[in-house]
C-alpha cells in the first residue's frame, strides 16, 4: 500500500514514534527477546520508507529511555550491540535516499566506540535535507526539560516556555505533530513531554515488530482527519 494521497498541509511535519512491544513479540513466538528488537529493527526501515514517501520532515524514534539501563544487562549489551550493528548497516541507505541523521540523549554511559560512530554518522549526513531521523537513545523527557533550564541558567537567560522551546533536545525541529506509540499502551512513557503538548497521539494495538508501512499510513491518514485547534475556541459552523 502506497502512503496516502494528501495535500501536504495535511502530512504531519514531525512524527514520534514510541516503539512499543518487541518483548511481547518475541514472547509470543517463544524466543529471546532479543530476536524482537531485531525484528524491531526491521520495523525502523519500514516507518522511515513510509515517513520519506508521504513527505514527513522529521521523524523521532523512541530507541532505548533512560529507565532502559535498568533492564538486564546481558539485554543492555545485546541491545548496544544490535544499534551499533544497525547504524553501520543503515547508513549508506539513509545517506542515498538524502535522510539526515541526529541522536538526542545522554550519551555518557554509552561507549566510547558506540558514541564516535554516532557522530560519524551525524556528520556522513548532516548535508542531507529531505527528512531527519531522530533516534532518541539515553533519552527522557524529564531530563531534557531539566537540562534544558540548566542550559538557560548557565547562559544568564530568563527560563521561559519560549527560552525552553529553544534549550530543548528538538529545537532543530518543530513540536511534533503526530504521535505514534505500539504495542497497545496508552502513556506516553517520558517521551518527549515538553514537546508533546499539543500533538495528536494515536495508539496501536500492533506490536512494533509487526507495525509496517501500511500502518504508518493508516496513522498519517488519521491525522490528516484530525481538526487541530491548539486551545482555541472551534469556529461557528
Given at each position: 500500500?502506497?502512503?496516502?494521497?494528501?495535500?501536504?498541509?495535511?502530512?504531519?511535519?514531525?512524527?514520534?514514534?514510541?516503539?512499543?512491544?518487541?518483548?511481547?513479540?518475541?514472547?509470543?513466538?517463544?524466543?529471546?527477546?532479543?530476536?524482537?528488537?531485531?525484528?524491531?529493527?526491521?520495523?525502523?526501515?519500514?516507518?522511515?520508507?513510509?515517513?520519506?514517501?508521504?513527505?514527513?520532515?522529521?521523524?523521532?524514534?523512541?530507541?532505548?529511555?533512560?529507565?532502559?539501563?535498568?533492564?538486564?544487562?546481558?539485554?543492555?549489551?545485546?541491545?548496544?550491540?544490535?544499534?551499533?550493528?544497525?547504524?553501520?548497516?543503515?547508513?549508506?541507505?539513509?545517506?542515498?535516499?538524502?535522510?539526515?541523521?541526529?541522536?538526542?540523549?545522554?550519551?555518557?554511559?554509552?561507549?566510547?566506540?558506540?558514541?564516535?560512530?554516532?557522530?560519524?554518522?551525524?556528520?556522513?549526513?548532516?548535508?542531507?535535507?529531505?527528512?531527519?531521523?531522530?533516534?532518541?537513545?539515553?533519552?527522557?523527557?524529564?531530563?531534557?526539560?531539566?537540562?534544558?533550564?540548566?542550559?538557560?541558567?548557565?547562559?544568564?537567560?530568563?527560563?521561559?516556555?519560549?527560552?525552553?522551546?529553544?534549550?530543548?533536545?528538538?529545537?532543530?525541529?518543530?513540536?511534533p505533530d503526530l504521535m505514534i506509540r505500539t504495542g497497545g499502551e496508552k502513556r506516553i512513557s517520558n517521551f518527549m513531554l515538553w514537546q508533546l503538548a499539543y500533538t495528536e497521539l494515536y495508539f496501536s494495538?500492533?506490536?512494533?515488530?509487526?507495525?509496517?508501512?501500511?500502518?504508518?499510513?493508516?496513522?498519517?491518514?488519521?491525522?490528516?482527519?484530525?481538526?487541530?485547534?491548539?486551545?482555541?475556541?472551534?469556529?461557528?459552523?
Amino acid at each position: 500500500m502506497n502512503p496516502p494521497e494528501l495535500p501536504p498541509q495535511a502530512v504531519p511535519k514531525h512524527v514520534a514514534v514510541i516503539m512499543d512491544g518487541n518483548g511481547r513479540w518475541a514472547q509470543q513466538r517463544q524466543r529471546p527477546r532479543v530476536s524482537g528488537h531485531r525484528a524491531g529493527v526491521r520495523a525502523v526501515r519500514a516507518a522511515v520508507r513510509a515517513c520519506h514517501k508521504a513527505g514527513v520532515g522529521t521523524l523521532t524514534l523512541f530507541a532505548f529511555s533512560q529507565e532502559n539501563w535498568q533492564r538486564p544487562a546481558l539485554e543492555v549489551r545485546l541491545l548496544m550491540e544490535l544499534f551499533a550493528r544497525a547504524l553501520k548497516r543503515e547508513l549508506a541507505s539513509l545517506h542515498k535516499n538524502n535522510v539526515r541523521l541526529r541522536f538526542i540523549g545522554a550519551h555518557d554511559l554509552f561507549s566510547a566506540s558506540l558514541r564516535e560512530q554516532m557522530a560519524q554518522a551525524e556528520a556522513a549526513t548532516a548535508g542531507n535535507t529531505h527528512m531527519d531521523l531522530v533516534i532518541a537513545v539515553g533519552y527522557g523527557g524529564q531530563w531534557d526539560v531539566a537540562e534544558a533550564a540548566r542550559r538557560l541558567q548557565r547562559e544568564g537567560r530568563e527560563i521561559t516556555a519560549e527560552a525552553i522551546d529553544t534549550a530543548v533536545c528538538t529545537a532543530f525541529a518543530p513540536a511534533p505533530d503526530l504521535m505514534i506509540r505500539t504495542g497497545g499502551e496508552k502513556r506516553i512513557s517520558n517521551f518527549m513531554l515538553w514537546q508533546l503538548a499539543y500533538t495528536e497521539l494515536y495508539f496501536s494495538d500492533t506490536l512494533w515488530p509487526d507495525f509496517g508501512e501500511d500502518e504508518m499510513s493508516a496513522a498519517i491518514a488519521w491525522f490528516a482527519n484530525r481538526n487541530r485547534r491548539f486551545g482555541r475556541v472551534p469556529e461557528a459552523q
